[in-house]
C-alpha cells in the first residue's frame, strides 16, 4: 500500500510539474505574441471567446488565461464584458486541452522527448528554446497519465478501494467537493480533471463518482482566479466574479441535474472515463454558449457586490532595518526589498494609466500621484541608507551590490515620474482638449503599454528571485521593445501621410506617449543588467572593437 501511495503521489506530482513546463515556455518564449493576439481579438464578444479557447489550449491552463486578462481590465484596455467572455472561451479551452492529451497518443511520448530535447539544446533563439521546453512539457503529461493509470491498476478489484469508489458513486455530493478540493490544492482544474479521467479508465472510478469530481473540479477551477484576484483592481475581479457566478453556478445546477437524473450515461460514451471528459468538455462548451448572452447581467451583478471606491490604505511600513546597517548582506537584502516595493508602485501606478487616454478619472490620476509620493520617499530613503552603509565599509562584492541596487531605484523612480509626469500629464491635455487618438493609433499603444507591462512583471519577478534565464530574456525583451517602438514609429508616419485627421490632430502626444513607454521599459529592463552581467551574458559594449582605432 505504501509503495501505491509513492507511486500515485510522484505521478501526480509530475502531472502538476509538466503542465506547469508547458505554461512556462508558453509564458517565457510566447507571452508576447499570445497576449496581443487574445486583446486583439476582444473586440466583439465572440472573437474574444474564441481567443480565450486558443490561449487555453496553448497554455493548457484556463487559470493562466484568467489572470493574463485580469490585467487586462485593470489597464483599461479591455473591456469587463469581453475579460468575462476571454475567460468563458478559455474553460473551453482547457476542457479541449484536457480531451486531447487524453487521446490515444502515448505512442509519440519518445518522439515528443527527442523533438524538445533537440530544440531546447540547440536552438539558437529564445523562443525555439522555449518550444523545446513545451514540447518535453506535453511528453511528460502523457509519461505522467501513464504512471497514474500503472499506480491505479492495483486499486482495482481491491475491498477497500471497491468500498471508497461505490461509496463516492452514491454521495455525489462528497465527491463534487472533492474534485472542487483537488481543484483548489492543484491550483489546476486540468490536473484535476486529467487525474479523475485516468482513475475511472483504470476501473477504480464508477461513473457518477467521475462525472462528479469533474464538476466539483470546474466549480474548484472557477474559484482559483477569484482567489488570486482578490488584491487586484475591482475592474479585474468582477469578470472573476461573473465567471464563478456562471461556470460556478452551472456546475453546481450540474450536479443537481447528476443527484436527480436516475438514468444510463451512455449517450456520452461506453466507458467511466470517455463519459467523464466527454461531460468535461460538453458542460463547458454549453456553458460558453448560455454565458456570452449572459455576461453582461453577470459583470452587473459583479458590480454590485464590488462597487467602485477610491483606493485607498495605510502606509507601509519601510523596509529598511537601520539596525541592520552593521551586517552589510542583511542590510542589502533590507535595501533590495525597498526596492522591490518600489517596482511593485510603480507597476501600479503604470497599470491603469494608458486608460486615462480614453476615459479620464480624477482619483485614478490622484492615486498615481499619491504613489509617486510614496515613490520618491522610497528612492529617497534607499540613496542615503546605502550612504550610510558605505560608512561601515563593506567589501568590494558588497559595494558593487549596493551600487547596482541603488542604479535600479534611480531608474524606478524616474519611471514614476515618466508615469505620473508625462503620462498622466498627456492623459489630462488629450481630456482638457477633447482629442482622441485614432483607432488604429490606440491600438498600437494598448500593445505597447501591455508589452511594457509584461516586461515590467518579469522585472520584478528577477528582483525578487534573481533567475539568471529570467534576467537575461529580461535583457532581450528590451531589444524587442526597441524594434517594436520603430515599428509603431514607421506605422504612425504612414498614418499622417494618409492624411488620417485623429493622427494629425494627435501626433505629438502619440510619439511622447510611445517615447515615455520605452523609458519606462527601459527603467525595468536595468533589474536584469547586474545578473546578466555576473553570468557573462552582457557584453560590456555593443561597438565593435575595430570602432574604438582611430583612423
Known sequence: MIALIIGLAGAVALLLWSIRLVRTGIERGFAGPLRIGVRRASEQLPTAAAGG?????????????????????????????????????????????????????????????????????????????????????????LTSLVMIKTATAPLQGSGGADIVAAYLGRDMASSFVLGAGLALATSSSVATVLLVVTMASAGFLPAPAALALVLGANFGGSMIPVILTLSAPRTARRAM????????????????????WDGTYTALGSTAATQAVNAHVLFNVLLLCIGLPLARPAIRLARAV????A?????????????????????????????????????????????LFRSWDDTIANHIRDCEVDVDRMHFDVKLYIARLHEEGPTKRQARRSMDIATIANNLEDAGDQVSSNLVGMARRMHEEGLRFSDEGWRDLSDFHDRVLS?????????????????????????????????????????????????????????ETIRALKQINTAFSSVGYPIARETGALLSSRLSPDATEPT
Open 311 to 355: 483606493p485607498s490604505g495605510p502606509q507601509r511600513p519601510s523596509a529598511l532595518d537601520r539596525d541592520a546597517i552593521g551586517d552589510p548582506d542583511r542590510a542589502l537584502g533590507c535595501a533590495a526589498r525597498e526596492v522591490l516595493e518600489m517596482g511593485e508602485q510603480v507597476h501600479a501606478m503604470l497599470t491603469p494609466a494608458l486608460g
Open 53 to 141: 479557447i486558443v490561449a487555453a489550449l496553448a497554455m493548457q491552463s484556463s487559470t493562466a488565461v484568467a489572470m493574463l486578462v485580469a490585467g487586462f481590465a485593470a489597464t483599461g484596455s479591455l473591456p469587463v464584458v469581453s475579460s468575462l467572455a476571454v475567460v468563458l472561451g478559455a474553460d473551453v479551452g482547457s476542457a479541449l486541452a484536457a480531451r486531447i492529451l487524453l487521446s490515444p497518443v502515448t505512442a509519440l511520448t519518445p518522439v515528443l522527448f527527442v523533438l524538445g530535447a533537440v530544440c531546447f539544446f540547440k536552438g539558437r533563439s529564445q523562443r525555439i528554446r522555449q518550444f523545446g521546453r513545451i514540447v518535453i512539457g506535453i511528453g511528460l503529461v
Open 306 to 309: 464590488l462597487p467602485d471606491s
Open 455 to 511: 516586461n515590467a512583471q518579469l522585472a520584478l519577478n528577477v528582483l525578487m528571485s534573481g533567475d539568471a534565464d529570467a534576467a537575461i530574456q529580461l535583457v532581450e525583451e528590451k531589444d524587442r521593445a526597441r524594434d517594436a517602438e520603430t515599428r509603431l514609429q514607421t506605422r504612425h508616419l504612414a498614418r499622417l501621410r494618409s492624411g488620417i485627421a485623429a493622427s494629425i490632430e494627435t501626433s505629438n502626444l502619440h510619439q
Open 241 to 260: 466574479l461573473g465567471n464563478l457566478l456562471l461556470r460556478g453556478g452551472g456546475a453546481l445546477g450540474g450536479l443537481g441535474f447528476l443527484i436527480l
